[in-house]
């Protein structure tokens, strides 16, 4: 504790009183005299006078103020002022307490003994923020580190879909893959099958984040264009070409997979497809997926499917196939449902039907555009530049068999 007072006797007589009561003192004899002791050693508590010359307990309390920025000290003005005026001018410099003179000693005690309880509590906010500050600190790196980890995972879900856009001698083929976060549980891709046929699903696992991400690198590698033996969809012949199998067959291979082998609560929708490079016949299975929508040539839309379970739900669930057949000028368009479901900006969903008219306002864009103008229309019907969901879809362009060849 410090006491500050211009008269010696004063001084002594509060020291020897707060000696009493376990505390260290210092005492000085004026402002100027206190505040150099307070820049080699800040007390927790100052008991000063009001009335001094040169510098004044008011002037001394805000000097020492500007001092205590870090480490709070307690400070009890002594005074004989007792009017609301010198009262309110001595809370503005800074002041805590006051104790009016003749300074009684038990009234002393009482407001130094609330000092402390104050100062306890101050060092206890203080230890706490520290704490919080540490622990904020320490988020931020597991954040900065997590969001960098996230951002590599993003890279290598992106480059699972190694080609975006690839031409046959029938058609072109287009990718897109846009996921709401750094990675989603989305998939597309396509893998050659046996001789002039194609290969193409679309993924959609439940949930988002980083299990669903992993999730659909499992399944790429049950479906990978780059392993035929180890691709469920395929089957190895004596002459050692590979066969497509019925996808429905497909569909319930990978569903016994996943409850059998793949210990995980995700599951996922849908779609596979077997397209004739050169008659254009295509026949599909769907497992939950949203339907496949084929425009025609004169800009007429289809979208049919018989829906069927998600994959992973239920055991010793069968699957349907069904077939369509494009022709020179059709084109096929798989999409996941954060299309179709994707709220606009008055809440609404777009739907199938949002999605045909969005459909035939794009007959004649293609390729990669197409979809880079689908999520412009997107982002304009949301109202916003993200969406809730991932989006991802594939679009197959039919342009005929050369009959040259």
């Not at 320490?138 to 480059?159: G, I, N, P, T």
């Not at 959609?204 to 690198?217: C, E, F, P, R, Y």
Request: net charge negative; hydrophobic share 40%.
């Amino acid at each position: 504790m410090l006491i500050v007072d211009d008269s010696r006797l004063q001084r002594k007589i509060l020291s020897s009183s707060v000696k009493r009561w376990g505390f260290e003192v210092f005492e000085a004899g004026s402002g100027e005299e206190a505040l150099k002791i307070c820049e080699d050693v800040l007390p927790d508590l100052v008991l000063s006078d009001w009335m001094m010359p040169g510098m004044t307990g008011l002037e001394f309390c805000a000097s020492f103020r500007e001092l205590s920025q870090d480490q709070y000290g307690y400070f009890i003005l002594l005074t004989s002022k007792s009017e609301k005026a010198e009262v309110a001018m001595g809370l503005e410099a800074g002041a805590d307490d006051f104790v009016t003179k003749p300074v009684d000693a038990n009234e002393l005690r009482a407001r130094i003994a609330a000092g402390e309880r104050i100062l306890q509590m101050q060092r206890e906010l203080t230890e706490k923020n520290r704490l919080i500050t540490d622990t904020l600190d320490e988020l931020q790196r597991l954040y900065d580190s997590l969001d960098s980890d996230l951002l590599e995972a993003k890279k290598l879900q992106q480059s699972l879909v190694r080609e975006r856009h690839k031409s046959f001698d029938s058609g072109d083929l287009s990718l897109m893959l846009k996921s709401s976060g750094h990675v989603g549980g989305d998939l597309v891709g396509f893998f050659p099958a046996q001789a002039g046929h194609l290969g193409l699903f679309s993924i959609d696992v439940s949930g988002h984040g980083i299990s669903s991400a992993l999730m659909t690198a499992r399944l790429a590698g049950y479906l990978s264009a780059a392993a035929p033996d180890q691709n469920v969809a395929l089957q190895r012949c004596p002459d050692g070409s590979y066969a497509f199998l019925p996808p429905e067959e497909v569909i319930e291979t990978l569903n016994d997979l996943v409850l059998d082998e793949m210990e995980t609560e995700h599951y996922f929708t849908l779609l596979l497809a077997d397209v004739d490079l050169t008659t254009g016949h295509v026949r599909m299975a769907q497992a939950g997926h949203p339907h496949p929508a084929v425009q025609r040539a004169d800009g007429a839309i289809e979208q049919y499917g018989p829906g069927g379970f998600p994959v992973g739900l239920m055991s010793g669930i069968s699957f349907t196939q069904f077939e369509t057949q494009l022709h020179p000028g059709d084109r096929l368009l798989l999409l996941s449902d954060g299309v179709t479901e994707c709220p606009g900006v008055d809440g609404d969903m777009l739907e199938e039907a949002g999605l045909a008219d969005l459909m035939q306002d794009l007959a004649q864009v293609s390729g990669p555009a197409f979809f880079e103008a689908l999520i412009w229309r997107l982002t304009e019907f949301a109202g916003e530049t993200t969406f809730p969901d991932d989006v991802s879809g594939v679009l197959f362009e039919y342009h005929g068999a050369d009959q040259s060849k």
